[in-house]
């Protein structure tokens, strides 16, 4: 089964994101107001929080499961490890 169930939801936001950074290089690039090209910005910096939430979500639903359910100690404090070293950066 695969538990990556939020992978096409991944993608979509990922292109609008590149489609929003476009825009933002070419505003930016042609001298648009400030504060249109904070609130693309600010578009773009929402959808990369929600990927990220969905990529922890889909991780923790198969990678970190599998750890878990593995029995192998050295595999379980593998993934916890990573799991705080990717919420320390989240939280920077």
């Not at 929402?46 to 991780?59: A, I, K, N, P, T």
Request: overall charge positive; charged content about 30%; proline content about 0%.
């Amino acid at each position: 089964m695969d538990h990556h169930k939020n992978r096409e939801k991944v993608l979509v936001n990922y292109r609008k994101a590149r489609g929003l950074l476009e825009k933002l290089i070419d505003m930016t690039e042609n001298g648009k107001y400030c504060v249109d090209i904070m609130t693309q910005n600010l578009a773009v910096a929402g959808l990369l929080r929600s990927v990220q939430e969905m990529l922890l979500e889909d991780h923790l639903n198969s990678c970190f499961r599998g750890a878990m359910e593995s029995g192998s100690e050295k595999k379980k404090r593998a993934m916890i490890d990573e799991i705080l070293t990717v919420t320390k950066l989240n939280n920077k």
